[in-house]
């Protein structure tokens, strides 16, 4: 009903991105890579001020072996707009965090996900009057 108990994680210990196993657990499949809470609060506090303004409708969440994906579509039949990806591999050298267009062009990459977020904020125009 909910939640996994801690005796489905059997001899494996989940702490964030960081699986650590026991001796005799060789062969066994690595659990997805996925946003923690603050990840998702700062990602879902974005997509409701741009949902809001009207420029965003729909999301999906996918949780695959070596990423995590958030994408953010116009529409839900179309491609996505962008894609926020966190990619643990990659945290050591250019920073788990990408914001990814529509096109396959990396926006921003880094390792504060705050500051990749900003990317995709509005900026402030001067209007005529």
Same mark, same amino acid.
């Given at each position: ?7 489905? +994680? =059997? =001899? ?17 499949? *690595?659990?997805?890579?996925?946003? =923690? ?7 879902l506090k974005l997509y409701g001020r741009m949902v809001a303004e009207g420029e965003w409708?729909d999301y999906a969440i996918d949780h695959l072996k070596d990423r995590a994906v958030f ?7 179309? *491609?996505? +707009? ?18 990814? *267009? ?10 504060? +996900? *705050? ?12 209007? =005529?009057?």
């Amino acid at each position: 009903m909910g939640g996994a108990l801690l005796s489905d +994680l =059997d =001899d494996s210990v989940v702490r964030g991105d960081v699986v650590r196993s026991f001796p005799g657990t060789a062969g066994r499949e *690595a659990p997805a890579v996925s946003f =923690d809470r603050r990840e998702l609060f700062e990602i879902l506090k974005l997509y409701g001020r741009m949902v809001a303004e009207g420029e965003w409708r729909d999301y999906a969440i996918d949780h695959l072996k070596d990423r995590a994906v958030f994408s953010v579509f116009r529409r839900a039949s179309e *491609a996505p +707009l962008y894609r926020i990806e966190k990619d643990p591999k990659l945290a050591q050298r250019q920073g788990a965090y990408s914001v990814v *267009a529509q096109g396959g062009l990396v926006l921003k990459r880094g390792q504060d +996900l *705050a500051r990749v977020l900003a990317v995709l904020e509005k900026k402030p125009r001067l209007v =005529d009057l």
